[in-house]
């Protein structure tokens, strides 16, 4: 692994699997796929995925925590707000709610489907996950203030009818947003650093040991690799970009095909906002598994709780500026059934997150949240 690390032949498959994904991605945009093709793009979609969460792996080794989880949210957010602002721009008023949709089903699968998994896979190594409760307490604050004001409060403002936002009012969310995600981001990587910062638990203590030893037996195959070199960090994020781009770009070649299976089926159109998220998230699913499965929850809850703050605080800004030029209502709002689970959400994240240890039933709470939320996602 750690040779890997340092040199990355042309012909690894991370290397290749990017550049073929956006391969597929140029020679799909913007065309009726048949569905052999579509399963080649799906399979070059799943590839992607694989090859992001090396690189962010690789890159996060290379700067710490927690900018190694920054660095994956942040990029791959980035480029879900284009999708999303690209499908608004093809899709016409039967996308006006794509926005809304894809943004929620980002907040539940990150606050119950990663954080669940994550809670998991840590407990099950350790009978209890620890992580610190300042940090993800404040990351789970920013979350809450950012779903309540974009999501819920569109639905009860009445200076335009129905669940929108008048221009100052989507204007002042936009605002307070970036304003927010900058706070956080400050926050995270400067002044209380130390709060996003893996537990030092005895079983790290031990590893770390084992590791000092290895090394000055010359063993290579020590638990801790050494980590890349800048040189190898700086490559590795070009390919994370790259396989980011792959990811999203093929999710919208095969979302004609993905909405057109949800009509078939006779599914609410919100299904496809979820079905993207779910493809953009895989990334930031996998990374946050493998870190919990090294006893480092704290870095899949930086990887969960900053895709959702991220995915607001960048999405709203972004759809605000681009609904200048979209046509149609931009409907934000949630229904009762999505704020009910929000609320319960939110709840249940607090009594998780506070006391700063949990068990398997904590991340079962949270994973059947996300089920509750798929099944009513499905059947409303």
Known sequence: MSTAWHRTPLTDWTVVVPVVAVVALAFSWGRDLPPLAVALVALCLAGAVL??????????????????????????????????????????????????????????????????????????????????????????????????????LPTFTTSKPGPEFSTAQLAFAAGASLALYGLFIAVQTVRHRDYFLPVDTARHREEAAKAAAGAAAGEDDAPHAEPPTS?????????LLVALVGVVGDAKAVSPTIETGV?????????????????????????????????RVQTSLNLAYGSAIASIGLTIPAIALASVWLSGP?????????????????????LTIVPGRATLLQGGVHVVLLAAYLFLAVSP
């Open 51 to 152: 090859a992001a969460v090396h690189h962010a792996e690789v890159v996060a080794h290379r700067v710490g925590e927690p900018f190694g989880s920054l660095v994956l949210a942040v990029a791959v957010t980035v480029i879900e707000v284009a999708l999303i602002v690209t499908l608004m721009a093809d899709g016409g008023d039967k996308t006006s709610s794509l926005a809304r949709d894809t943004v929620f089903a980002a907040v539940m699968i990150t606050c119950n489907g990663i954080v669940g998994l994550s809670l998991l896979v840590g407990a099950l190594r350790n009978r209890v996950a620890v992580f610190h409760a300042e940090g993800s307490g404040a990351a789970l604050a920013t979350v809450a203030t950012l779903a309540v004001l974009s999501l819920v």
């Open 231 to 239: 040189l190898a960090a700086l490559i590795s994020l070009g390919l």
């Open 263 to 295: 009509a078939n089926a006779g599914l609410p159109h919100a299904v496809v906002g979820v079905i993207i998220a779910l493809l953009v998230l895989a990334p930031e699913t996998l990374a946050a598994a493998r870190a919990a499965r090294r006893d």
């Open 330 to 350: 931009l409907l934000l709002g949630l229904g009762p059934v999505q704020m009910v689970l929000l609320a319960l959400t939110i709840v249940i994240s607090a």
